[in-house]
């Protein structure tokens, strides 16, 4: 079965056609990179999923994003009701200037979820599924501003994963994080990957190389070629991918 | 560098300089003339000079506050036991009584006896107090010129009446104008916040781009109209509306002042706070977006809370405009000295007490040194004010960029 698809979209900002008769498909508990040079429509691609494109005034699109067979567009469905179903990670580590305990709990305050049993279990599974519980334990009540940069990005995975979503979005999850934090959080998306599905938004070659299943190569708005990640970096078969991944554009 | 080029910049730097040193001088003299001219209340005795209090020789009691004095001559103290002396009752005696105890006769033609009559009725009347003029005062007084105590810091403060210029006797307490500030500020505060922090949250959160291009403006625009205008409508409409409405003898009452301050309040408030609202970044509303939250509970558990200092800034710098703001009160409260407690009363801010009166009195006197006493403790209440906003602003730079 297919976990999330999308079929035709085309999307606009005013004049701009921003993304190009896209169409794909993610299996379940995969992890498929999204590279491309900047403004390829990647973060745009992203970003239809869980439908933060609507907060653009100017967004306008066609065509049919499925996750888990319900079409996310569709008028009868409620847009915090997907947006539950579809995590999201962002660039740069973005926790809430609460308490480390009240960034996890967010997610299922928010949807009405106050049990105090069944909140406090939550955030501790989604702390050890983001391979945080150990450092912060004694700590919960601390505020997650004094973390450092590193583990505020594993605290918003871990919020993203309270809420029990089927689909993943990360939106260069690493790129503003030293080495050894990036090192963490890409063993923690190979774990994840066991339970969730991942889509991942990466300007970092190497990375998608590591950590990703699948990639789609996207230019202009177009997808160029999506493909085994091991078979698109070795040998793609699209002449624009094999020259943007050897650096000659980008 | 050439040399030319080189002078040019030495002489912008120059202009730069001073011209920096002159504002912050300027406002240094303006505090330190604000001080001179205000502490000089405190050195001096309230009557007006040229005055004395005289008792007779056989009183006991040591020396007399102002507020004594004020006692009576309003014949709320009519005997000296009421102030530790002895059983004597008080016997009143100024310059427009002396007809009415000597006769023209007695004092003859020049009123050359009258230094004569003075001392045997001070001998005769143990109870007598006087208040003369120097001049009157015979060489070899009988008497006791008694010393009047100096304003006293407390009496100041705490001093529930205000009659400056009453004689013999002038009396300089500013409770009742710390009162009605604060409760006038206080109640602008109450009238501008719910209305000032919805609409903040509405222009920032809920209105569209166009629709925030039109209020912004109209919202920044009511900080530009004259306080006058605010006080005339303020007298026009509102004060006889609270007067209808709450049945009341005059409408000039703290309310109506409160509401006319709130109004002024109001853009420095919706400014502030949009602004603090404005600046939660858009990772933030995303996240919570993301996670299934409404735009709704995004604001109320992001977006607020992120803001909240800046929020308190608001309302503080609201506070600020409302505390110092004159004609418009002036206009509206009716203008009255006494201690007032509820905000269907007249009262009198501090700000008004300085314009209405300023005018009325003589370069250095007594009335005009406890004038700028006043304004230094208006100055007091802004600076508290500002350095509220100072610590509240380091303290959410602290919070929010920690890690």
Known sequence: MTHAEVKNVNVWYDTIHALKDVSLKFEPNTVTALIGPSGCGKSTFLRLFNRMNDLIPSFRMDGTVMVNNQDVYSKEIRIDEIRKNVGMVFQKPNPFPKSIFENVAYGLRVNGINNKAVVEETVERSLRQSALWDEVKDVLKKSALELSGGQQQRLCIARALAVEPKLILMDEPASSLDPISTARIEELIFELKKTYTIILVTHNLQQAGRISDLTAFFYLGELIEYNLTKKLFLNPDNVQTQNYITGRFG | ?403
């Open chain 2, 1 to 403: 560098m050439t040399k030319a080029r080189r002078i040019y910049e030495k002489i912008v730097t120059g202009i730069l300089f001073s011209s920096s040193t002159i504002t912050s001088l300027t406002v240094i003299l303006i505090v330190v003339f604000l001080f001179r001219e205000g502490i000089g209340l405190f050195n001096t005795t309230p009557t007006e000079k040229n005055y004395v209090i005289a008792v007779s020789r056989q009183n006991t009691v040591p020396v007399i506050t102002s507020n004594e004095l004020a006692d009576i001559f309003n014949q709320d103290i009519t005997n000296w036991k009421q102030l530790g002396g002895r059983n004597d009752s008080i016997i009143r005696l100024t310059l427009n009584d002396l007809s009415g105890i000597f006769t023209e006769e007695e004092l003859g033609p020049n009123l050359e006896n009258f230094p004569q009559k003075l001392n045997e009725y001070v001998k005769t009347t143990p109870g007598v107090i006087l208040y003369l003029s120097k001049e009157y005062i015979p060489k070899n007084f009988a008497g006791r010129i008694i010393p009047v105590k100096k304003i006293s810091l407390l009496d100041f403060i705490f001093g529930k009446h205000w009659y400056p210029t009453s004689t013999p006797i002038p009396q300089f307490g500013i409770w009742p104008m710390i009162v009605g500030t604060l409760m006038v500020t206080f109640g602008a505060i109450l009238f501008a916040l719910p209305f000032g922090m919805a609409t903040a949250i509405f222009m920032s959160e809920i209105a569209g781009n166009r629709l925030r291009t039109i209020m912004k403006p109209v919202v920044e625009l009511l900080a530009g109209i004259p306080s006058v205008v605010y006080g005339f409508f303020g007298l026009v409409v509102l004060v006889p509306l609270i007067q209808r409405l709450f049945g009341l003898d005059v409408g000039e009452t703290v309310l109506a002042g409160s509401i006319v301050l709130g109004i002024m309040a109001l853009p420095t408030m919706v400014t502030v706070a949009e602004d603090a609202l404005n600046s939660t970044p858009k990772s933030l509303r995303e996240a919570s977006l993301a996670l299934g939250a409404s735009e709704l509970q995004t604001l109320f558990r992001v977006v607020i809370p992120y803001a909240k200092s800046g929020i308190s800034t608001a309302v503080i710098l609201g506070t600020g405009r409302a505390i110092g703001e004159t004609m418009a009160v002036l206009m509206v409260t009716g203008n009255s000295t006494h201690v007032n407690y509820s905000f269907l009363q007249p009262t009198r801010t501090i700000p008004a007490t300085i314009a209405a009166e300023l005018g009325d009195t003589s370069f250095g006197g007594v009335h005009y040194n406890a004038l700028f006493a006043l304004a230094i403790v208006l100055f007091l209440f802004t600076i508290i004010i500002n350095l509220s906003v100072e610590v509240i602003k380091n303290r959410n730079k602290e919070v929010n960029q920690r890690g």
